[in-house]
């Protein structure tokens, strides 16, 4: 899936059934495709755990993300610009699920 390990980590509190999901991208938590990707998955993990909410942070403890990352946008070709903005779409749809 991934070619960074763990550009995600999911923790979930049996006490309380919180669910933490970690962002790891250095330098910043830049989105990419990859990086929606991952937080895609673990959300759907998230949601077959049945956690109770869902606090979503960064491994970075200066930044919590710069958003979009730009790069990714930078004369992308047709194929990958659409399977960026289909996994965005998934992912929000996946979260108001959760939340």
């Known amino acids: 899936m991934s070619k960074n390990p763990q550009l995600t980590l999911v923790e979930v509190d049996d006490a309380t059934g919180i669910a933490t999901l970690t962002m790891n991208r250095p330098p910043v938590n830049s989105c ?3 990086l929606l990707r991952d937080l895609n998955e673990s959300i759907k993990q ?8 869902l606090i ?10 710069s958003g979009l990352d730009l790069n990714e946008m930078h004369k992308p070709n047709q194929e990958h610009l659409v399977a960026f903005w289909r996994t965005l779409q998934e992912m929000v749809m996946h979260w108001l699920l959760v939340v």
């Open 56 to 65: 979503l942070t960064s491994s970075n403890d200066r930044v919590f993300s």
């Open 32 to 34: 990419n495709l990859e």
């Open 46 to 53: 998230i949601e077959c755990n049945k956690s109770r909410g």
